[in-house]
């Protein structure tokens, strides 16, 4: 590690296959915790390049626990974090609107580390239990209509770099990782990215793949559609900008859409929102997030169909019993 790191504090970066190695090693435990902190810091201070970035994605994969869903067409809806803006779990919740509708979805997922409660925290905190057996998940799937995947059960490096990127609290490249590496593959990804030259970077990546994707960017800098500003929305068609009332038919404000500062605040919030209780600007956020997922499937005809179906989902309790199912099944 010591030569990789001189290497890397002289300016240059990794070609594709040194990354790919880099962090099969990492995934084996042949670094130590000072090792692999020193080598995740590079990274915060410059841009990560393409090549690097699909060898660590490679790495993951190669080394992954697979999910095999059986055929079904599945979403992921994913934020990759570090936007530092500590809203609530809006991805997570929109997986549970769309998974309501009867879109199949596998969400893959994590611990917060730059922020209070990530997906698995919250999901964790309202009694589900995190598992890699693909007969469970895939019963998920059927009965439920989504099964949720911790990352760090089906990516060895993810386990190994955890304490390491929970002391840091900041953002790393992991986040970057984190929606590249769905071990179902689903067929179609709704990605949240917290600056433009992700965006890009993201952009290239995925038009690689024959998947259907919509990358999301709110200029005011949130991974997600925030509706406190217009939103970069990148499909394999093209690029657009929409305003807030396009995407939810209003503005919200920033404050409207904080997250809490605990995880047990995050997990009552949550239920508020899903059972229909939430404030308009909470639900206003979900459905504009849900809808462009919908949307990315190709199942509707335009972007208004895509949000009335959001929109029944969550008013007649259909994500709300997902979500009810989901955690019957633990």
């Known amino acids: 590690m010591k030569k990789i790191l001189q290497y890397l504090f002289e300016h240059k970066t990794l070609p594709y296959e ?3 190695e880099i962090l099969i ?32 994605r490679d790495a993951l994969l190669e080394l992954c626990v697979k999910v095999d869903l059986n055929g079904h067409k599945t979403i992921d809806i994913v934020g990759t974090g570090g936007d530092g803006k500590n809203t609530f779990n809006i991805s997570t919740l929109a997986c549970f609107v769309v998974a309501g509708t009867g879109q199949k979805v596998a969400k893959h997922g994590n611990y917060g580390a730059s922020s209070i409660s990530g997906a698995s925290n919250v999901m964790e905190q309202l009694g589900y239990k995190f598992k890699n057996d693909q007969t469970a998940l895939l019963k998920e799937v059927d009965e439920a209509g989504i099964c949720f995947m911790h990352a760090p059960l089906f990516h060895p490096a993810l386990k190994t770099v955890a304490p390491i990127r929970k002391n840091l609290g900041l953002r790393t490249f992991f986040n970057m990782l984190g929606p590249m590496v ?62 807030p009332i396009e995407l939810g038919k209003r503005f919200v404000d920033h404050e409207s859409i904080y997250g809490g500062n605990t995880v047990e605040e995050a997990a009552k919030l ?40 959001a929109v029944e989902s969550l008013d007649n309790g259909k994500a709300y019993s997902a979500l009810q199912k989901l955690i019957s099944l633990q």
């Not at 993201?202 to 406190?228: M, P, R, W």
């Not at 919908?294 to 949000?307: H, I, P, R």
Request: proline share 1%; hydrophobic share 40%; aromatic share 10%.
């Open 18 to 20: 040194r990354a790919k």
């Open 182 to 243: 769905n071990p179902a593959s689903p067929e179609f990804q709704l990605v949240g990215v917290y600056n433009l030259e992700m965006a890009r970077i993201y952009n290239y990546l995925l038009q690689q793949k024959a998947k259907s994707f919509t990358i999301i960017h709110s200029l005011d800098g949130y991974d997600e559609i925030s509706l406190t500003n217009d939103t970069k929305v990148i499909t394999n068609e093209g690029e657009k900008i929409k305003t």
């Open 25 to 56: 090693n990492i995934s084996k435990g042949l670094y130590n915790e000072t090792e692999v902190t020193a080598f995740v810091t590079v990274f915060l201070m410059r841009s990560i390049t393409i090549e690097e970035l699909q060898g660590f």
């Open 270 to 309: 949550f239920l508020k929102i899903i059972k229909g209780e939430g404030t308009w600007a909470q639900s206003a956020v979900v459905l504009a997030n849900a809808a462009t997922a919908l949307q990315c499937t190709g199942e509707f005809k335009n972007y208004d169909d895509a949000y009335h179906a």
